[in-house]
């Protein structure tokens, strides 16, 4: 059993500690927050006994095996390395990290204290995206693709009224393609590699940040359109196009349905399957396995290609906000 421990929370917090005890691989034990009051309000239900407003304590708590980071995105890197130095392992929701600088870093200090750090993209551990995956190996002469995630968020009722939110904030590494794009992009990089090149149209709002925009990933042949926004709603499903078939999804970011649609027959053939109640429960399934074996060779390679994979993001990510001339205060330091 895992001895977890968690900084930030919010509610996708509450949500990932279902999942973990849901696994019966974790309990909870510590919570990190800004305040006691704060930290037992959250942790308490869950029967956690360590509290926490000190960093380097919280780390340094031999109680404690994993740490879940749910912090603003531009804190993730110093609390994970702190928590890695103390030799504890993290699962740092996405984005990771800010900018390549910091997630070499980070990964230099994992390795160099023998723990594992996951970035928490918890779709790419669900079964319809790994069934989407094997699917898109079997399409002919692909011809592109098309995702869609974009949210309104009730945070962007602040920036209307002249304040910055941290999820809006260049100090705190926000926007709409940190926040929602990166679920497409990690759809795309899983599906179809690193593009050959890659460009970002984005709207920018008062903070500074981006509030909408459109991606377009250049491959071989093809291209992949990605709508990302936190300032309007969208309810388009996410298709992938072949000359013979076309697969359509009803979202990107958490699938529940995939259906195969044949060019000449226009018949839909649906593949998916039934989706867990609680999205998260993959991961910190996946996660948890790593953790407790690290002497077996598969799920080590697992790890290796999910790390793989989030570096290929994390620059794939940079190289969009230096299209679009987004400069996190992180970039700077």
């Known amino acids: 059993m895992l001895n977890l421990g968690i900084i930030g929370t919010n509610w996708i917090t509450n949500q990932f500690v279902d999942a973990a005890i849901a696994t019966q691989e974790y309990q909870m034990?510590?919570?990190?927050?800004?305040?006691?009051?704060?930290?037992?309000?959250?942790?308490?239900?869950?029967?956690?006994?360590?509290?926490?407003?000190?960093?380097?304590?919280?780390?340094?708590?031999?109680?404690?095996?994993?740490?879940?980071?749910?912090?603003?995105?531009?804190?993730?890197?110093?609390?994970?390395?702190?928590?890695?130095?103390?030799?504890?392992?993290?699962?740092?929701?996405?984005?990771?990290?800010?900018?390549?600088?910091?997630?070499?870093?980070?990964?230099?200090?994992?390795?160099?204290?023998?723990?594992?750090?996951?970035?928490?993209?918890?779709?790419?551990?669900?079964?319809?995206?790994?069934?989407?995956?094997e699917e898109v190996k079997s399409i002919e002469n692909l011809q592109g693709a098309t995702f869609a995630y974009m949210k309104y968020s009730s945070r962007y009722d602040a920036v209307l009224n002249g304040e910055e939110p941290n999820i809006f904030s260049l100090n705190f590494s926000g926007g709409a393609l940190a926040d929602l794009g990166i679920y497409p992009l990690y759809a795309a990089i899983s599906w179809f590699g690193v593009p050959e090149s890659s460009h970002y149209f984005c709207t920018k709002i008062a903070t500074g940040v981006d509030g909408k925009g459109t991606i377009i990933l250049r491959y071989k042949g093809f291209d992949v359109t990605i709508l990302a926004g936190k300032i309007v709603n969208s309810y388009l499903p996410a298709e992938i196009y072949g000359l013979n078939k076309t697969l359509s999804m009803d979202s990107i970011e958490s699938i529940n349905t995939i259906e195969v649609i044949d060019?000449?027959?226009?018949?839909?053939?649906?593949?998916?399957?039934?989706?867990?109640?609680?999205?998260m429960?993959?991961?910190?399934?996946?996660?948890?396995?790593?953790?407790?074996?690290?002497?077996?060779?598969?799920?080590?390679?697992?790890?290796?290609?999910?790390?793989?994979l989030s570096q290929q993001v994390n620059q794939v990510m940079t190289d969009l906000r230096k299209d679009a001339g987004i400069v996190f205060a992180a970039d700077e330091k």
């Open 263 to 279: 060019r000449k027959t226009k018949l839909k053939e649906s593949i998916a399957q039934s989706a867990s109640e609680n999205p």
């Open 29 to 133: 034990v510590g919570v990190y927050s800004r305040s006691i009051e704060k930290a037992k309000a959250f942790g308490e239900p869950y029967h956690a006994t360590v509290f926490e407003t000190s960093l380097e304590a919280f780390a340094t708590n031999t109680d404690i095996d994993v740490v879940y980071i749910a912090s603003p995105n531009s804190m993730h890197y110093e609390q994970a390395v702190t928590l890695m130095e103390a030799g504890k392992h993290v699962i740092v929701e996405k984005p990771i990290f800010s900018n390549p600088r910091e997630w070499t870093a980070a990964i230099k200090v994992a390795e160099k204290n023998n723990v594992f750090i996951f970035e928490a993209a918890r779709h790419v551990h669900e079964e319809n995206f790994k069934i989407v995956k």
């Open 281 to 308: 429960e993959d991961e910190a399934k996946d996660f948890a396995d790593v953790i407790n074996f690290p002497d077996d060779a598969a799920k080590q390679a697992e790890y290796k290609e999910w790390l793989t």
